[in-house]
T-cell receptor
Framework: NAGVMQNPRHLVRRRGQEARLRCSPMKGHSHVYWYRQLPEEGLKFMVY????????ESGMPKERFSAEFPKEGPSILRIQQVVRGDSAAYFCASSPTTGNEQYFGPGTRLTVT | DAKTTQPTSMDCAEGRAANLPCNHSTISGNEYVYWYRQIHSQGPQYIIHGLKNNETNEMASLIITEDRKSSTLILPHATLRDTAVYYCIVRDFGNEKLTFGTGTRLTIIP
C-alpha cells in the first residue's frame, strides 16, 4: 500500500510566480491535511479537506493561498504571487476517517528566489 | 498553542531504552496523547497514541500517569535510526488538526 505521495519534492519559484503543490493520499483515505514548516520552526496546520469540501482552513494565510481536493485527482495547495517568506517545507497528511492518526508524505520543499 | 511541555533535547546510548517525558497538565477528559517523530527533514511519522491506559505497539510503549497530566514514550532498544525530533501532541477527538510544539531532539549515541 503506497504511502502519501507529494510532488514535486523540490520546487523553485521566482517572486511573483505561482506554486502548485500536489498530494495524493493513501489508498482509501478521504481526509487530507496540509502543514507548513518554516526553516528551523515546527509544523503548523494550514487546512483540512475532505473530498470536494474544505472543513477547516483556520491555519491558511488570508491571501494568496488556496487548497482543493477534487472528486478525482490529488489535493492541490496553490500559492499565488509567491514571496520569499513562503519558502518552507509543505507536508500533506491523510487519514481514512475523522479521529484517526494522520500519515504524512515526504513533503515539498519550496524555495522562492 | 501547544498544550505540552517537553525537554529540548536528550541523548540515549544505542541499545538502551529511551524514555521521553511529556507534561500535559491542562489535558481534558476527551483529549488523547499522540506521539510523532520527524527524522531529519522527512515527513512526521506516527508512533502511538493513548487516552488513559498504557499502550504498546511494534515501535514503542506509551505510559500515561493516572491523573493524565504527564506521559512517557519508551523506545525499548534504541538504534541510531531513532535519532529524530519527537513530538508529544494533545488532541481532542473532534479536532482534526495536530498542533506541534518544539518537541524533543533525541540523539542516539553509538
Amino acid at each position: 500500500n503506497a504511502g502519501v505521495m507529494q510532488n514535486p519534492r523540490h520546487l523553485v519559484r521566482r517572486r511573483g510566480q505561482e506554486a502548485r503543490l500536489r498530494c495524493s493520499p493513501m489508498k482509501g483515505h478521504s481526509h487530507v491535511y496540509w502543514y507548513r514548516q518554516l526553516p528551523e520552526e515546527g509544523l503548523k496546520f494550514m487546512v483540512y479537506l475532505q473530498k470536494e469540501n474544505i472543513i477547516d482552513e483556520s491555519g491558511m494565510p488570508k491571501e494568496r493561498f488556496s487548497a482543493e481536493f477534487p472528486k478525482e485527482g490529488p489535493s492541490i495547495l496553490r500559492i499565488q504571487q509567491v514571496v520569499r517568506g513562503d519558502s518552507a517545507a509543505y507536508f500533506c497528511a491523510s487519514s481514512p476517517t475523522t479521529g484517526n492518526e494522520q500519515y504524512f508524505g515526504p513533503g515539498t520543499r519550496l524555495t522562492v528566489t | 498553542d501547544a498544550k505540552t511541555t517537553q525537554p529540548t533535547s536528550m541523548d540515549c546510548a544505542e541499545g538502551r531504552a529511551a524514555n521521553l517525558p511529556c507534561n500535559h497538565s491542562t489535558i481534558s477528559g476527551n483529549e488523547y496523547v499522540y506521539w510523532y517523530r520527524q527524522i531529519h527533514s522527512q515527513g512526521p511519522q506516527y508512533i502511538i497514541h493513548g487516552l488513559k491506559n498504557n499502550e504498546t505497539n511494534e515501535m514503542a510503549s506509551l505510559i500515561i500517569t493516572e491523573d493524565r497530566k504527564s506521559s512517557t514514550l519508551i523506545l525499548p532498544h534504541a538504534t541510531l535510526r531513532d535519532t529524530a525530533v519527537y513530538y508529544c501532541i494533545v488532541r481532542d477527538f473532534g479536532n482534526e488538526k495536530l498542533t506541534f510544539g518544539t518537541g524533543t531532539r533525541l540523539t542516539i549515541i553509538p
